[in-house]
């Protein structure tokens, strides 16, 4: 599970990073990655529309992305803020398809 302080919160700080930010599509999710120079740890926030499913497949698809964004923690550059956007196709995806989607995406936007 992500702490408190690994999770962005508010609404200006999501629109900022989906608006500045690099992008990265995938089949499943698209990733938005700005990278900061403040000294602190990774931030990361999930946009799960209703296009998606019903509340329980929302549910599931934001706890899968929170438990792979807490498993590849290591590896976001410190200052990183981080924007999963679920899209439809992540509610049939396995655990595994959704991992290795959005670890490419954080290698590719941590090498840039």
Known sequence: MLA???????????????????????????????????????????????????AVTRNTVRRRLKAVCAAALAQVPPG?????????????ADFSDLRSEVVRCLKRRAAA
Not at 18 to 47: K, L, M, N, Q
Not at 80 to 92: E, F, G, N, T, Y
């Open 4 to 54: 408190r302080g690994n999770r962005i919160t508010r609404g200006a700080e999501y629109r900022a990073v989906v608006r500045g930010g690099s992008r990265c599509a995938g089949a499943h999710t698209v990733t938005y990655v700005v990278t900061t120079s403040e000294d602190r740890s990774p931030r990361f926030g999930f946009i799960v529309s209703k296009q998606v499913g019903s």
């Open 80 to 92: 990183a803020d981080i924007v999963i956007r679920a899209l439809p196709a992540s509610a049939s």
